[in-house]
């Protein structure tokens, strides 16, 4: 599936996207990324700074959830795909490594990458949305920095 335009936008903003796996026996977790970028039409990929247990539930189970959201929009995008470990042995690992490299500047080293095919992709928003559907996004992002004391 090929990303539109709203979700690489949401995703140019995003400082933080939680990666969700599970292990072969549906045991969750969910971590954190920093480097992340798009790649190819249908892809995403994710630097594998410290991520000894996301690398190992993909192992045994391929499929993941990422998600990229605006806090203080309080929207953005869950993201489903089936995710691959590329090592360095990878035909493609030398360019997704610059691309990821660029936005490290070379301070945190990694040894593999996760690239994610994106299958479905859906929206996130903050229920104030639905339920007071006049809100704006002005008024969402003042109510969040009210909230979080920004």
């Not at 954190?32 to 995403?44: L, R, S, T």
């Not at 493609?92 to 992709?121: A, C, N, Y």
């Amino acid at each position: 599936m090929k990303l539109s335009e709203e979700l690489k936008a949401c995703m140019s903003k995003s400082v933080l996207c939680w990666l969700a796996t599970a292990s072969k026996g549906n045991l969750p977790n969910v971590s954190p990324k920093e480097i992340f970028a798009q790649y190819g039409e249908d892809g995403i990929i994710v630097a594998n700074i410290a991520s000894p247990q996301t690398v190992k539930n993909i192992q045994q189970n391929p499929q993941v959830c990422i998600s990229f959201l605006d806090i203080l929009v309080q929207k953005g995008f869950q993201v489903i795909g089936k995710a691959e470990i590329i090592q360095k042995s990878h035909p493609d690992f030398q360019s997704m490594e610059g691309i990821l490299t660029k936005m490290t500047e070379g301070k945190f080293p990694f040894s593999t990458i996760t690239r994610i095919t994106v299958e479905r992709v859906k929206p996130i928003i903050a229920p104030r949305y639905l339920l007071y559907p006049d809100t704006t996004e002005e008024e969402q992002i003042a109510s969040a920095k009210k909230a979080y004391g920004l």
